[in-house]
């Protein structure tokens, strides 16, 4: 063979090997590895890593236990599960399931909703940002406010006459006690108490317009008769402790959290007129 | 003359480049040791690092500035924490989550509490018994302000301190029962660090001074305390450097004897 033939093959050889080793290098996932798993992660699966953190944490999480009491076993089993996971993962994005499955394009849009608040949830705000919301929304801050109130009920007296609450009231302003009133006026309590309620759940038994009333005794009041749909009400007020404001260092915490909610709503709807500016949607007509 | 001072330029000029060299060079060692400390810090199980002197060493030195820049507005300079504000002293060994080792604090770091990040401990709220809906994510009764009452005199009396018996009988029902505080606290009270609920058994408290005002409370209010995700700003081996440093405030090294 002459050298230049020699030289051809050689050369053709060479080339050969070239191309191979690109196409593996292009068209497999193993040619463009690294064999290297760095050392905060568990493993990689085509690269993609499992964090050691993430890792620890599931071995933790399924055997409710301590890392370090984890067995051999139990590891793998864990990342095994966690191996499958990121494979299965790999090939849902592949099968382009955000773009067909619901459950996954919901996921999808809770995830990057929260994301959209991150920093507001991350982000610590200074004491003279939650002393300025405070100040801006001091009615909201105060005492929840508790009052212990008894409700008497007229029916209709007999022949259908007229209940007697102005009788009512004055005998309860006299000391007259539930039985008394049940005797004379034939009036019953309702819903005796069992002791001191909230305002909001005062609210939701006496109903509205009875809770306005009620809320405005002092404590030993007799109200007005109070004619409603179902009778005639008269109120006595044992004791009645409205709300209190509550002062900045009182109330921080929940300060902290109604700033962060605002901040969040504000972010997520620059977030959504950010997407909705930038992007390029076509209705059909017949939707216009 | 001339030649004499070309040649003590050369001198400084050659000084010069040695000392930047040896600048350089000592520079150069310190990054690549730091690189090297890093990679074995993260490669050691976190749990080990404390018994490894030179790495425990190293993430304290990385991990002194780390506290100061991220952690120490809230937990303050010298980690005790603010019971005012529900923040935890990070030098007791009283861990709402995990059991405070090292991989358990590095992900508190990394991920946070309630802070939204689906890695982190975003269970669960302590609801408000005096709302009309206590907790959004649970159906629970509201409670009366007796039942509150109530249920402070049981915590009393299970922790031994002085209770009104009655009224606390009245309280292991509601928290056996209706309040399903057990749900979270457990039937003995002791608390789940799975999903940071409290012990409410011990003289130990997260908000407040454990006195009966400061109890009901807590119990009428609820909580929700959070801790910020800094896996997107701290990398994972400064991540790890900051959970040994909080592990070895509640581990002080034991005195000889």
């Given at each position: 063979m002459k050298s230049d033939d020699v030289s051809l093959v050689l050369l053709g050889a060479g080339a050969l090997l070239g191309i191979a080793v690109a196409g593996v290098g292009l068209f497999t996932a193993k040619g463009t590895a690294t064999h290297h798993v760095p050392p905060e992660d568990a493993a990689l699966v085509n690269q993609r890593p499992i964090l050691m953190s993430d890792f620890v944490a599931q071995v933790e999480g399924t055997y409710a236990e301590p890392y370090a009491r984890s067995t051999a076993e139990q590891r793998k089993a864990v990342l095994d599960a966690m191996i499958h996971e990121e494979l299965y993962v790999q090939r849902g994005l592949e099968l382009d399931f955000p773009g067909t499955d619901p459950d996954t394009r919901a996921a999808l849009v809770a995830a990057v909703e929260q994301q959209a608040v991150a920093d507001a949830t991350t982000e610590l705000p200074s004491e003279q940002a939650l002393e300025a919301y405070y100040a801006e929304h001091r009615s909201e801050y105060a005492t929840e406010g508790t009052l212990l109130v008894r409700d008497f009920l007229l029916d209709a007296g007999p022949g259908n006459a007229l209940p007697d609450g102005a009788g009512v009231a004055a005998a309860l302003r006299a000391g007259a006690t539930p039985e008394q009133l049940a005797l004379r006026f034939r009036a019953r309590e309702l819903r005796p108490s069992r002791g001191e309620d909230f305002y909001f759940a005062a609210k939701i038994q006496l109903g509205d317009r009875l809770f306005e009333i009620a809320k405005a005794l002092p404590d030993g009041a007799v109200s007005e008769p109070v004619t409603l749909a179902d009778g005639v009400h008269v109120l006595r007020m044992a004791k009645n402790s409205p709300p209190v404001p509550r002062g900045f260092a009182d109330a921080r915490e929940q300060v902290l959290g109604d700033y962060k909610r605002a901040v969040s709503a504000r972010l997520r709807a620059a977030d959504e007129k950010y997407l909705y500016g930038k992007a390029d949607i076509q209705i059909a007509a017949s939707l216009q | 003359m001339g030649r004499v001072h070309d040649v003590s330029r050369l001198r400084r000029r050659a000084a010069l480049a040695l000392l930047a060299a040896a600048v350089l060079c000592v520079w150069g060692a310190q990054a690549l040791h730091r690189r090297v400390m890093a990679d074995r810090l993260l490669s050691v199980f976190p749990d080990r690092v404390p018994g490894d002197a030179a790495l425990a060493k190293f993430a304290r030195d990385q991990a002194a500035p780390l506290y100061r820049e991220?952690?120490?507005?809230?937990?303050?300079d010298n980690l005790k924490g603010d019971r005012a504000r529900g923040i935890p002293d990070l030098t007791d060994r009283d861990w709402l989550y995990g059991s405070g080792e090292v991989s358990d604090i590095e992900r508190v770091v990394l991920y946070g509490i309630r802070s939204g990040v689906g890695k982190g401990w975003n269970l669960a709220n302590m609801p408000a018994y005096a709302q009309h809906v206590p907790y959004r994510r649970f159906a629970i009764e509201s409670l009366t302000p007796g039942d509150i009452e109530d249920t402070v005199e049981y915590l009393r009396a299970i922790e031994g301190r002085s209770a009104d018996k009655e009224a606390a009988a009245r309280g292991e029902k509601i928290f056996q029962g209706r309040?399903?505080?057990?749900?979270?606290?457990g039937a003995d009270a002791r608390g789940d660090t799975a999903i940071g609920a409290?012990?409410?058994?011990?003289?130990?408290?997260?908000?407040?001074?454990?006195s009966r005002q400061s109890v009901f409370e807590s119990i009428a209010r609820g909580h929700q305390g959070s801790c910020p995700a800094w896996f997107r700003r701290i990398p994972a081996w400064k991540a790890r450097a900051l959970a040994v440093y909080v592990y070895d405030a509640s581990h002080p090294p034991r005195g000889p004897g």
């Open positions: - | 991220y952690c120490s507005s809230c937990h303050g309040g399903a505080c057990f749900d979270c606290h409290p012990n409410l058994a011990d003289d130990l408290w997260l908000y407040g001074d454990g």
